[in-house]
């Protein structure tokens, strides 16, 4: 009997050190997380007026549960640090060549001060021509014809993996861009899976690292690219990736487009009219949570990534 009461006696002792101990952990506000997504407003009836959003016209839900917005902060001016890595395909069909003016132009009206550089698909990995620079000159000195032979990137996705686990800078104010010219077509899972793993993987890195990512479809060389289920899967995976970064995709139909033009102009709107939302949540652990954010004020476009990554307080900005 003395042996059941003294386990009954430290028992009770036990649960009173617990009920003590329990205000620490919730001052210490557990289970929130914070981080930041890019969101394009984009104005309504074609208007050069950029939009106004504050906190009051957001809303937004991670994991389908209310979630706090803390900032909002128009990128532009002294507020913007942008980065764009425009990532090419050398499986692409040499006549990309056609379009090297096009992106001459892109890349020369990015806004001043603006850091830019061309990164090629190669094997697996992203294959930089220059670091990150405001010097044009140097950044489309990289510019070539596309070998146009099949399969040379391996896979897009793994591609922009490893962009973003190695991104060229280490700036946590950067906003950070990539607009990729490929068919979207995975060579090492080659049938069309809604949940291919190494475009999850992308889009998980992506998220991470905090890049927006763009895609303009263009033909890679080879028997599979030309079909039509070959484009299709494509521009499918393309898109998913773009919509969970908070991006665009461009097509047109089942073939090349005939110019970049009107994709770069969009992209270079979409650029004038984007902002910071800063977000804090509950969640069970820091890491990549989906999220679903409104616009109340009724004022313009929303385009908004699906999914974003959140972190303890003093480390909620790229995980690299």
């Known amino acids: 009997m003395d042996l059941l009461r003294f386990k009954g006696a430290s028992a009770a002792m036990a649960v009173t050190a617990a009920l003590v101990l329990a205000p620490m952990g919730f001052a210490q506000n557990e289970g ?50 942008l980065e764009v890595v425009l990532m090419l395909d050398p499986s692409a069909r040499t006549s990309m060549a056609n379009q090297f003016g096009e992106i001459r132009n892109f890349i020369n009206g990015l806004p001043q001060g603006t850091k830019a550089s061309l990164a090629y698909m190669e094997y697996g990995t992203a294959h930089l021509v220059s670091p990150l620079t405001i010097d044009r000159k140097a950044v489309l000195n990289g510019l070539k014809i596309p070998s146009g032979m ?27 861009i990539v607009v990729m ?20 993987a992308a889009i998980t890195d992506s998220v991470r690292a905090n890049l ?43 073939g ?14 979409r650029l004038q009219n984007q902002f910071e939302v800063g977000i804090t949540a509950p969640v069970s652990k820091p890491g990549v949570d989906s999220m679903k ?20 307080a003093n480390n909620a900005g790229p995980a690299m």
């Open 32 to 81: 929130q997380a914070q981080g930041h997504a890019v969101i394009t407003v984009l104005p309504d009836h074609n208007s050069q007026t950029a939009a106004n959003v504050s906190q009051q016209d957001l809303q937004v839900k991670v994991n389908g549960k209310d979630a706090t917005i803390t900032n909002v902060m128009p990128l532009r001016n002294n507020n913007d640090h």
């Open 150 to 176: 099949p399969g040379q990137n391996a896979s897009a996705y793994i591609c922009l993996s490893d962009l973003a686990k190695h991104w060229p800078s280490n700036d946590p104010e950067a906003r950070r």
């Open 181 to 200: 010219i490929s068919d979207g077509v995975d060579y090492y899972d080659p049938h069309f899976d809604m949940q291919d793993p190494y475009m999850e």
């Open 212 to 254: 927006v990512v763009y895609s303009i479809y263009w033909q890679n060389r080879g028997r599979f690219d030309s079909t039509g289920y070959a484009n299709a899967s494509g521009q499918n995976l393309l898109q998913q990736v773009t919509q969970a970064t908070g991006g665009n995709s461009y097509w047109q139909g089942m």
């Open 256 to 269: 090349n487009p005939v110019s970049f033009q009107p994709y770069f102009k969009d992209i270079d709107k």
């Open 293 to 312: 954010v409104k616009l109340n004020n009724g004022v313009g476009k929303l385009d908004a990534p699906q999914q974003i990554y959140l972190g303890h």
